[in-house]
């Protein structure tokens, strides 16, 4: 799960860079409300939350030989117990082309798409805000739960991937979740500058088909159940969407964070308003 936090940070680095240059053509108004002392601390704590979950991760002990013998498909919830026992190496390689094409369509809008001239930078950011919001939620879970993936449960699984030190991280889909993020934040930001565009249905499908085939593909592999992916999808579907959304309601209300001091004698931050 790491490679897209470095993705974030380096688009964010190379949005900003481009939006310095001088623009001839008109600059269409933006959608979003963003602010650099907000935003930029919420997604570098984000990443450092994210990098926090992952060090519980690499924590996990892992089954013994012992205890992945002792596993019963019976004592795996009716609703996933039909995948129990998956494993297919094939299947897991298969489910990295979706998983980082996914991460490459935002980028591409952002750096490409004339709609977006001289608001790059604040949609890379928000690209980075939704990674690493999403990369926190994945790894803060995942961290703290206990779950066996599906492939501990077959007895044609080799014992050294029924025995890894992350086989219990199958709650919730990491790989869905993220995929999903990336995806719908795309969708999200192209909708976003293109409110006529008819492409825009066909869009939201990609983003939705990109996440899917990344949880078909977990799901034949043995790493997660249905149950991981779907949670695992929604939550990054949610995330994607939610991220610029919120920053969208926020430019239309007028809102604002400003320094401030307040009666007490305390200094903070300030939110203030104007519904337009």
Not at 39 to 62: C, E, F, H, Q, R
Not at 250 to 263: E, I, L, N, W
Request: net charge positive; aromatic share 12%; with cysteine.
């Amino acid at each position: 799960m790491r490679p897209f936090f470095r993705v974030g940070s380096l688009l964010v680095l190379a949005g900003i860079s481009l939006t310095a240059r001088p623009v001839a053509a008109q600059v269409a108004e933006s959608p979003y409300h963003t602010s650099l002392n907000v935003d930029l601390p919420v997604a570098v704590l984000g990443t450092a939350a994210s990098y926090w979950g992952l060090t519980i991760l690499n924590d996990k002990d892992g089954l013994s030989e012992a205890q992945a013998l002792a596993l019963r498909k019976e004592d795996v919830p009716r609703f996933d117990r039909f995948s129990a026992g998956n494993y297919s190496e094939a299947a897991n390689k298969a489910s990295n082309y979706p998983f980082y094409a996914s991460f490459g369509l935002a980028p591409v809008l952002i750096l490409a798409d004339p709609a977006m001239r001289g608001h790059r930078g604040q949609a890379a950011l928000l690209y980075y805000e939704t990674m690493a919001v999403v990369g926190t939620a994945f790894t803060q879970t995942a961290g703290r739960t206990f779950r066996n993936r599906p492939l501990t449960y077959g007895a044609d699984t080799p014992m050294r991937e029924r025995t890894k030190r992350n086989t219990e991280n199958s709650f919730f889909a990491g790989h869905t979740a993220a995929a999903a993020a990336a995806s719908f934040c795309f969708a999200k930001l192209y909708n976003d500058f293109h409110p006529d565009s008819p492409a825009r249905p066909w869009v939201w499908a990609g983003a939705a088909a990109i996440p899917a085939a990344v949880g078909y593909y977990r799901l034949e592999a043995g790493k997660h159940f249905l149950s991981d992916n779907l949670i695992g999808y929604t939550v990054g579907a949610l995330i994607g969407v939610g991220v610029p959304q919120l920053h969208k309601v926020a430019a239309a209300r007028g809102v604002g964070f400003h320094p401030a001091v307040f009666p007490n004698g305390a200094t903070g931050v300030a939110l203030t308003w104007a519904v337009k």
